[in-house]
């Protein structure tokens, strides 16, 4: 096990960055899933750990010691990547044992390692199979055989499982995890799926642009978005989004019309402000009559567990999640509720999250009761 740590790490090609000042820690044990959309630079901070990329500026030290200018080779660090790289002429075997072979490991050793670790990822009864008799699954797990058997210090995941169709995937998730558990490496796993982010991590790591836009937790990430992207970008449907101005009057913000209260803490503070307002759909309260915000049903997602109702608010899409015993169809008209205990309030201009903290601490409190309410 190693400690990582990332310290105002910068990456550029030429004139055009790509890396703006990292700073991370990850702890020794950690399993830890670097998100965010294609182009944002998780692989290349992944790159970057391994010794594949040049470090432009900054420091990257693993278990205490800076690793610049060492080759990746002297890192103590594994790496799967998404496309297997295994060699179509070596079985199972010669490509788990390669590097050993390389390293000069006597052949009894070799044979050992080798069974243990097919064993640990349950390739024992495919050791003189060539790759190209195996499954998609059964190559990803030669790829992870090969890098358990180093014993690294720490194994980095570069989208193992892009790859795979989404049963194999599921199970690939899990397979990884009980790895994990099992050696307690220290494990950097990359991916633009979250799910396999928040079904994976122990630590989360959102970045997008070149920056870090949020770590923590994988459900303190989805229950307190650091910024409207964060928002965005985690949750299945999204969380919805709608811009408005707090009325100074009632410290109210509105959509479609209709008054949105908002908590206490935040409310009289952010009096003819520009505010951004989050809820994510399975927050949202759907009825076919009553006060709230007036919304037309748009189409509707059939999930089996669950049902997803698309709506347009004043021509804006909105989403909730429905249970069965509510019946509607596309053109109906409904009403929407907006709990206040589940909004979340993001500054227009800097797209970041507003709490109670981040205001004033002379600023006046005012009591805001919920004004929507379900029938």
Do not use: W
């Amino acid at each position: 096990m190693a400690e990582i740590d990332i310290r105002a790490a910068r990456k550029s090609y030429g004139k055009n960055p790509t890396l703006h000042g990292i700073d991370l820690n990850f702890q020794s044990g950690e399993f830890v899933v670097i998100l965010g959309p294609s182009g944002c630079g998780k692989s290349t901070l992944l790159r970057m750990i391994a010794g594949l990329e040049d470090i432009t500026s900054g420091e990257i030290a693993i278990d205490g010691r800076v690793v610049n200018r060492l080759e990746p080779r002297e890192r103590g660090c594994a790496m799967v990547f998404q496309n297997y790289a295994l060699y179509p002429h070596m079985t199972v075997a010669g490509n788990m044992g390669y590097a050993l072979k390389v390293a000069g490991v006597p052949k009894p050793e070799r044979e050992r390692r080798i069974a243990e670790t097919a064993k640990i990822v349950g390739l024992s009864d495919y050791l003189e199979r060539k790759p190209a008799a195996l499954s998609g699954g059964q190559r990803q797990r030669v790829a992870m055989a090969r890098a358990i058997i180093r014993e690294p210090k720490v194994f980095l995941f570069d989208e193992p499982l892009s790859n795979l169709d989404a049963k194999l995937r599921v199970t690939m998730r899990a397979e990884i995890r009980k790895l994990h558990q099992r050696l307690s490496a220290t494990s950097v796993f990359v991916t633009h799926d979250q799910v396999e982010a928040m079904t994976l991590a122990d630590k989360l790591v959102v970045m997008n642009k070149g920056h870090v836009e949020q770590v923590g937790h994988p459900l303190d990430v989805y229950h307190r978005p650091a910024s409207t992207f964060v928002a965005s970008f985690i949750g299945a449907p999204a969380m919805n989004l709608f811009e408005s101005r707090v009325e100074v009057e009632t410290a109210s913000a509105y959509l479609g019309g209709a008054p949105v209260r908002l908590p206490s803490s935040l409310a009289a503070s952010l009096r003819g402000k520009d505010v951004t307002i989050g809820i994510r759909p399975e927050h949202t309260i759907v009825a076919t009559k009553g006060p709230g915000v007036a919304a037309e049903v748009d189409f509707i997602e059939e999930l089996g567990a669950g049902r997803v109702v698309h709506m347009l608010v004043e021509g804006e899409p909105f989403a909730a999640t429905i249970g069965e015993d509510l019946n509607v169809a596309p053109g109906d008209r409904v009403s929407l509720d907006l709990p206040l205990e589940h909004l979340h309030v993001f500054n227009r201009e800097t797209g970041r999250r507003i709490d109670p903290s981040d205001l004033p601490a002379d600023a006046p409190a005012q009591h805001c009761a919920p004004l929507l309410t379900t029938p």
